[in-house]
């Protein structure tokens, strides 16, 4: 079981840029993907997790601007995120769900690892 975060960047803020997580080894039509952030010096937060069934959640803090979409015949998961904010400044991780409660780390058994997304002007 393996997933790769791809996709971050530099960017300036009030920019965009598109994640990708891309799965290998396993099934990803069977399984719930999230994705998480985690900036210097602080604990890895929840952003979004979008279900088997294409049901999307957002993090209050990146509702409306970020959008989580899957394309299980290539097996990626993807988060498009827009109108980015330097506090949104971290590195990127995709999990892969197996239990308990949705935006916690704890409910999630493989992760990527990790793509940088740094905003500055």
């Known amino acids: 079981v393996q997933l790769q975060a791809s996709g971050g960047g530099l960017v300036q803020p009030g920019g965009s840029l598109r994640l990708s997580c891309t799965a290998s080894g396993f099934d990803l039509d069977d399984y719930t993907i999230g994705w998480f952030r985690q900036a210097p010096g602080k604990e890895r937060e929840w952003v979004s997790w979008i279900s088997t069934g294409g049901n999307t959640y957002y993090a209050p803090s990146v509702k409306g601007r970020f959008t989580i979409s899957r394309d299980n015949a290539k097996n990626k998961v993807y988060l498009q995120v827009d109108n980015l904010k330097p506090e949104d400044t971290a590195v990127y991780y995709c999990?892969?769900?197996?239990?308990?409660?949705?935006?916690?780390?704890?409910?999630?058994?493989?992760w990527g690892q990790g793509t940088l997304v740094t905003v500055s002007s």
């Open positions: 999990g892969r769900y197996y239990s308990g409660r949705y935006i916690s780390t704890q409910s999630y058994n493989y």
